[in-house]
């Protein structure tokens, strides 16, 4: 996954927009730097006491950008992940574990590129950030905005851009804060 590392600066005078997309582009990046370049063995190995693997995180970040493109467009996910059993919290490790690298980098590649373009479009929009998303509502139905979307993918991110530094690190010892740059 080296090619998603690139952290691209946003302008000087950047608005709320733009460094909202930084904000979660560069967390996408630096976990595709910590669970990228990895073989089968490596992606689905557990660090016990915990059941997670990298290509599990991969997996599960799949879904959740999934999950999320689904209040910039109103559709649900196509295949694979139109496949996902929810009430099954641990389908996704469950299904990874099968799953050859390139299936799991390619899954969580088009999932991001999905959920740039339904962003792109979304945002174009004269409500922007202000928009109510799509299919996400609280208990009385009422939709938070984009801007709380977007906040809460990246958060998701943040979570598990830990856990892949913690497991990358005993795999073979990469750290760092940030992908290095071209």
């Known amino acids: 996954m080296t090619d998603d590392t690139t952290i691209k600066e946003p302008s000087l005078t950047a608005g709320e927009v733009e460094m909202l997309l930084f904000a979660l582009d560069r967390s996408r990046a630096t976990?595709?730097?910590?669970t990228g370049g990895l073989d089968a063995d490596a992606l689905h190995r557990a660090h016990p006491p915990s059941a997670m693997t990298l290509g599990g995180l991969i997996k599960h970040l799949a879904l959740v950008e999934e999950r999320?493109?689904?209040?910039f467009t109103g559709q649900p996910p196509g295949p694979p992940l139109d496949v996902a059993d929810h009430d099954d919290p641990t389908w996704v490790w469950r299904t990874a574990a099968g799953d050859s690298p390139e299936t799991l980098y390619t899954l969580w590649r088009n999932a991001v590129e999905h959920s740039r373009?339904?962003?792109?479009?979304?945002?174009?929009a004269a409500d922007g950030l202000d928009q109510p998303?799509?299919?996400?509502?609280?208990?009385?139905g009422n939709p938070p905005n984009l801007r709380r979307i977007v906040v809460d993918l990246h958060d998701e991110y943040a979570r598990h851009v830990g856990h892949a530094d913690l497991?990358?690190?005993?795999i073979d010892g990469l750290v760092g804060q940030d992908p290095p740059q071209r």
Do not use: G, P, S, V
């Not at 976990?31 to 910590?34: D, E, I, N, S």
């Not at 999320?68 to 209040?71: A, G, L, V």
């Not at 497991?167 to 005993?170: G, N, S």
């Open 31 to 34: 976990f595709a730097w910590k």
């Open 68 to 71: 999320y493109t689904i209040d």
């Open 117 to 124: 373009e339904a962003m792109a479009k979304a945002l174009a």
């Open 133 to 140: 998303a799509q299919f996400t509502a609280d208990d009385e």
């Open 167 to 170: 497991l990358r690190e005993a």
